[in-house]
């Protein structure tokens, strides 16, 4: 049974810096390629980045490239999204995945659906 644990999320100003944390248990964390996602209030939920399970295949969406980083520790079984200079747009409940199935490239990440959420971890961004 997957089970999915996000933390790290905060209330911080603009300009600000936050690194999210999310662990997975019940399947061969570094085996699989997974994502972050987040969803704001009235917006449909959206991939922001993923990662392969290579580590060296990462995507970002333009509206937060240069800015987030994704990493992974598989000897933790642990998902990261280090989110720096955050803006008041930034501010949702983030989520990590691990969608079946998951093609990252760098200027994509195809995904098809989620068998389990975690309850998210809520990022907010005063201006």
């Given amino acids: 049974q997957v089970q999915v644990e996000e933390s790290g999320g905060d209330k911080v100003q603009a300009g600000g810096s936050l690194k999210l944390s999310c662990v997975i ?7 699989y390629a997974m994502a972050w996602f987040r969803q704001a209030p009235g917006k449909e ?3 922001v980045s993923c990662i392969g399970s290579d580590i060296n295949s990462v995507y ?10 994704i990493s992974r520790d598989n000897t933790k079984n642990t998902l990261y999204l280090q989110m720096d ?3 008041p747009e930034d501010t949702a409940m983030y989520y990590c995945a691990v969608p ?5 490239q760098p ?9 389990t959420w975690g309850q998210g971890t809520q990022v907010t961004v005063s201006s």
């Fill in 60 to 69: 970002y969406e333009a509206s937060v490239k240069g800015r987030f980083t």
């Fill in 107 to 115: 200027s994509s990440c195809s995904y098809g659906g989620v068998a």
């Fill in 100 to 104: 079946t199935p998951i093609v990252v």
């Fill in 25 to 31: 248990s019940g399947l061969r964390f570094a085996g």
């Fill in 45 to 47: 939920r959206e991939a």
């Fill in 85 to 87: 200079n955050l803006a």
